[in-house]
């Protein structure tokens, strides 16, 4: 083999660089929010729907709102981002678990509840994501800025 030919061979058969890749869902949600204070017992129910936006960086397992630039760190496991999440602090204890169907666009299920020792709130999330493009995103992103 001679050098322009095995030059060429090497070249071809290199690994690109993989770029990021990048997914882009509208989540519509119903958002069901009971409250109780502790004390009296007393107990407030709430129901909205929300449509939120998120970008997806699935190489790197980060995710953003349209509403948040702040890129969080998530667990992507064979499409579905799954969190977990737990703290207290100052009294306040915060846990929360879901996850979210991102290749295929699927389901959005997120349970949390945040209580001290006055209150305790529980919030269920559940709907439907769907695929769009960078331009729908950057419309949304642009909308929340203002």
Not at 31 to 57: A, F, W
Not at 60 to 79: D, H
Not at 81 to 89: F, G, K, L, V, Y
């Amino acid at each position: 083999m001679n050098l322009p030919v095995l030059l060429s061979f090497l070249l071809l058969s290199a690994s690109p660089v993989i770029a990021d890749e990048i997914v882009y869902l509208k989540c519509v949600t119903k958002v069901n929010i009971e409250s109780k204070d502790l004390d009296t017992n007393k107990i407030g129910k709430r129901e909205e729907t929300k449509t939120t936006h998120i970008m997806v960086n699935l190489t790197k397992s980060l995710t953003r709102t349209a509403n948040n630039p702040t890129w969080r760190e998530e667990k992507i496991v064979n499409g579905v981002a799954i969190s977990e999440r737990e703290r207290s602090e100052n009294g306040l204890y915060f846990k929360r678990k879901g996850t979210l169907q991102i290749v295929p666009p699927g389901p959005v299920n997120i349970e949390a509840i945040v209580r001290n020792d006055y209150f305790s709130e529980t919030t269920k999330v559940r709907g439907m994501c769907e695929g769009i493009d960078e331009s729908e995103f950057e419309k949304a992103r642009k909308e929340a800025k203002s």
